[in-house]
Nanobody, 115 residues
Framework: QVQLVESGGGSVQAGGSLRLSCVAS????????MNWYRQTPGKQRELVAT???????NYADSVKGRFTISRDNAKNTVYLQMNSLKPEDTAVYYC?????????WGQGTQVTVSS
C-alpha cells in the first residue's frame, strides 16, 4: 500500500508560480515512478509530468518549458514546480504512482489561475 498526500495548490494570477508537493508513505519511494495528473470538470485526467526512480523526466507538450518535476528521495516527496501559469492550467492536480499492478492516487489539490 502506498499513501500519497498532495499540498501546495492555491489561487494565482496568470504568469505566477506555484509548487506542488506530494509525500508518499513507505520505504520503496526511491524506486517508484511518480506522476502528476490534472483534471478539470467533464474531462479525463491528463498526464502532466513523470519522473522515474532514476530521475528521468517527461512532460506533456502543454507544460514543457514551464513545469518541472523533481523528487527528494530522502523526504519521500515529489514536486511539481509550475511557472508562467496560464488560466488553462486551472485544474485539480493529482499525484499518482503505478505499483504492483495498482494505481495509487492522492486526494488532489486545486490550482486556480485567473487572467
Amino acid at each position: 500500500q502506498v499513501q500519497l498526500v498532495e499540498s501546495g495548490g492555491g489561487s494565482v494570477q496568470a504568469g505566477g508560480s506555484l509548487r506542488l508537493s506530494c509525500v508518499a508513505s513507505g520505504r520503496i519511494f526511491r524506486s517508484l515512478l511518480m506522476n502528476w495528473y490534472r483534471q478539470t470538470p467533464g474531462k479525463q485526467r491528463e498526464l502532466v509530468a513523470t519522473i522515474t526512480g532514476s530521475g528521468n523526466t517527461n512532460y506533456a507538450d502543454s507544460v514543457k518549458g514551464r513545469f518541472t518535476i523533481s523528487r527528494d528521495n530522502a523526504k519521500n516527496t515529489v514536486y511539481l514546480q509550475m511557472n508562467s501559469l496560464k488560466p488553462e492550467d486551472t485544474a485539480v492536480y493529482y499525484c499518482n504512482t503505478p505499483w504492483i499492478g495498482y494505481d495509487f492516487w492522492g486526494q488532489g489539490t486545486q490550482v486556480t489561475v485567473s487572467s
